[in-house]
C-alpha cells in the first residue's frame, strides 16, 4: 500500500511538475509572440488617429465599430459580430466657455460635463460662490440663489492608488450640479479629478437630480482653479458660462463581438474585453482604446500560438460605458436571455499603463486556485492578485449571472493626468506598458481556459 | 514559570505590535509630507531646464554642484559640502554627423558615443559593413578593412526587465569600436540600446583598448538603424562621418554632500544618493536629475516631519557616473582613508518611475530582517524585495569597506527610451512617480536608522 501511495504521490507531482513547466513555456510563448509581434500599438494609433473621439451616437462611434469589426475578423477570430444595442446621444453642441469678472478678468479652461444642459445661446452669469465639499455648501445654502457654485475639492495626492482619490471626489462632478441647483444655484464648476501639473479640465459623466433644475455645469483646469480660489479669497467676482449640450434622440450601437470556439467545452464562456467608447475632447488612447486594443491582441496572440482554447473566448468592445453602460447591460441581458454559462469575464479599463496586479470578485475557492496560478503570471508584471475586481462593463454579467469578474490593474500614477481629457491621447502610451497589459491577461485567459475556474 | 513565559510573550508581542503601528504611522507622515509638500518636481525643473546638461568638466557640472550645495542647505541638511574629486574632461567639440551613400542618399541621426575620438575635421568614409554579433564580425573579419563597422544588434524587446535587455547589449557600445578596429575598420556605428518607438540615437560611454587605433564610434536612431539594414540588403554604399571628441586635460569636480547627524550612533553611516552628471546631449531628467532629486528629498522630508534620526545619514549627488567613476571612487577612498563606519548605502540611477522593488547586496541575516520590515513598505510601491541590489556610485564602498548596499528599482519599461538621449527631459518624468520614490526610500531609510542593519 504504502508503495503505491508514494507512487501516486510521485506521479502527482511530477505531472504537476511537468503542467507547471508546460504552462510557463506556453505562457513564455504567448508573451515573446505580444513582446515581438504585437499589432496592439499600431491598432492604437490606427483608433486614435484615425478615428479619434468615439461617444455614444457620434461619428466616431460608427467608425470605430466598423473598424473593431474588421480588426476582429484579421485577428483571427472564428466568428465576429456587431451586438446591436440602443445607445444616448448627448452632443457637446458647440465650444464651452467661462470667464471671470472681477478685480480682474480672466478666460477659464472649462468642458462642460458629459450629460449637461447647455446654457443657451446667451449663456449664464452669476456671482462665483466657492465651496470646499457637500458639508461646505449645506453650510452656504443661503448664500447660494443664483449663484454659480464652484466646487473646490481636491483630488487627495495622498492615496498611493489614485483610482482611491478618484472615488472620493467625484462625486462633486456626478452630483454637484443638481445639489447646487436645490439652493437655486444657476450653474455649477468642479475642479477636474485629476493631480496632473498641467490645467486640463477634465470631462466626464453628470446626472441630473429630476427634482431640481438642470443647470449648466463644467469641469475647470486644477491650475485656473487655484487661481480663482486664491483671486476669491481677494474680493468677489461673477462667472459668465456658455454651454451647448444637448441629447438627441436614442439611437443605435453595438458592441464588438470576436470569438474563439472551445474545442472541448464550447458552451463555456470566458469574457475578456474592454469598452470602445470615449469622450468626444480626446482621442480615447488610454481609456479605453488600450483596453479595446489589449483585448484583440489576447486573440491574436493566442492563435498565432496555435493556442486552440478548450472553452470559448469572447473579445468585446463594448459600447457605451462612460455615459450609459448600455452595452454592458445589452450584453449581460442577452446572455441570460439565451441562458449561457459565463465562467469568468475580465476587463481592461484603468489604461495601458504598466500591469501591476491583477484584482478578482471571486469565490474562496475559486481564488485559492487562482493564486496558485500567480508564480506563473508574476514574471510578466502582475505580482499581485488582489480580492475585489471587475469593470463597469462586466458588472452587469456579474449582477445577472453571478459570473465571477476580474480585472486588470495597471500602474495608477498617470491616469489621473489624462482621464477624460484633451492629453489622453495616443502619444500617452508607452508600447511596451501597452503590450504587457495583454501579456498578463492572455496568460490568466490561458490558465482560466485550461483548467476552468 | 509558564505564567512568567507568557507575560514575558505577550508583552513581547504587544511591543513588537506597537512598535510595528508606530513605524506604520511614521511611514504614514513621511509619505504624506512627499505626496503633498514635495519639492522634487520643482528640483527637478530647476535642474534639467535652468542648469541642462552637466558632463564631468562642463560649466553644467559647475551649475549644478553650486545650485546642489545650496539646495542641500535649503532642504536643512546639519551640514553641507563638497567633496573634491579629479574627473575626465571629455568634451562632444562639435555637431556629430553621418550620412549614407549608396542607391540612395540620406543624412543619418547618429550622436558620437562619450569618450569617443573625433574623425578630424575632413571627416571618415569607408564602405558599410553590417555586422549582428561579435561573432559575426569574426566571420566576417576579413571584410572589415577600411570599412565602417555597423553594429545592429537589437534590444532584446522579450526581457520584461529591460536592464536585461540593456545588459545583455550595451558590449557593443562600450567595446564595438575597438573589437572592429582590430581588424583595420575606419569608424563604427551602434545601434541604440533602446526600443523606443522614435529615431533619437542614444550616446553612452565607450572605451578603446589599448591596442588599436582609436577610430570614431558612432550610435544611430532605431529607424535610421532599421532603414540602412533594409537598404544595405539591397545593395552596397558608403558612410561619411564626421565626429569631433576630445579629452581636455582632467579638472576638478565634486559629489555634493549633506548631512543628518546622528543623535545615538553618530559614527554610523547611512549612504542615499544619485548621481548629479549627466550625458551633454539631454537633460538628464530621469538619468539622473530624478535619482539626486530625490536624494533631496528625502532630507527634506525627514526633516520636516521632525525626525532626529539615531545614525547620521549622508545624501550624496556623486560626480561623474557616467564616463569615470571618480566621484563614486573619491567617497569610498575617504571613507577607508578615515575608517569611517557604513551600515547601508542605496542608490537611486534607474529613473524616476513608479517604485516597484527594492534589491540588496546583503548578508542572508540582514535580508531576514529586512524582509520584515516588507509589509510597511509595500503600500508605497515596492511590494518586492530581491536579492542584489546597489549602483554604480556606492559599488565601489561596497568594495572597499564591505559596506551593504541596495537600490531603488523603479518600473523600467520606458527607461531605455530616453536613456541617453534627447528626449530625457523634464517632461517626460511624472510628478507622482517621482516623488513615490523618494517615499520608499525615505521609509527603508527611516527603519534601518531606527533598527540598525
Known sequence: M???????????????????IEDSLMIRKIADEILI???????????????????????????AEKWGYQIMQESGADK???????????????KDEASFKGSTMKKLDVIALGNSMGSGPKGVSGEVIEVRSFDDLEAKKDLVKGKVVFYNYKFNPTFVRTFQAYGDANKYRGQGASMAAKYGAVAAMVRSMSHSADNNPHTGAMRYDSLYPKIPAVAIGLRDADWL????AK?????????????????????????????????????????????DNCEGAHDDGAGCVQTIEVMRALKAVGYKPKRTIRFVLFANEENGLRGGNKYADEAKAKNEKHIFAIESDAGGFTPRSLGFTVSEEQFKKILMW????????????????????????????????????????????????????FEAVNKRELELGAVNMAALIYLIDKYGL
Not at 379 to 386: I, K, L, N, R, V
Request: proline fraction near 4%; charged fraction near 20%.
Open 80 to 94: 465576429a459580430w456587431l451586438q446591436e444595442c440602443i445607445v444616448p446621444h448627448w452632443v457637446r453642441g458647440g
Open 229 to 232: 480660489s486664491e483671486t476669491l
Open 374 to 425: 500567480k508564480e506563473l503570471i508574476a514574471p510578466y508584471g502582475c505580482s499581485e492578485f488582489t480580492k475585489g475586481g471587475g469593470g463597469a462593463d462586466i458588472g452587469p454579467l456579474n449582477r445577472a449571472l453571478s459570473t465571477p469578474t476580474g480585472s486588470l490593474n495597471p500602474d495608477s500614477q498617470r491616469y489621473f493626468d489624462v482621464h477624460h481629457a484633451r492629453s489622453d491621447v
Open 235 to 279: 474680493g468677489k467676482g461673477t462667472i459668465q458660462m456658455k454651454t451647448n449640450g444637448k441629447f438627441l434622440p436614442d439611437t443605435i450601437g453595438h458592441n464588438v463581438i470576436g470569438e474563439l470556439k472551445g474545442t472541448e467545452f464550447p458552451d463555456e464562456i470566458i469574457t475578456i474585453g474592454g469598452h470602445l467608447d470615449s469622450w
Open 2 to 20: 504504502r508503495t503505491v501511495s508514494l507512487l501516486v504521490i510521485c506521479s502527482m507531482v511530477s505531472l504537476a511538475s511537468f503542467s507547471q
Open 37 to 63: 509581434n504585437s499589432k496592439a500599438y499600431d491598432n492604437l494609433r490606427h483608433l486614435t488617429k484615425k478615428i479619434g473621439g468615439r461617444l455614444a451616437g457620434s461619428q466616431g462611434m460608427v467608425k
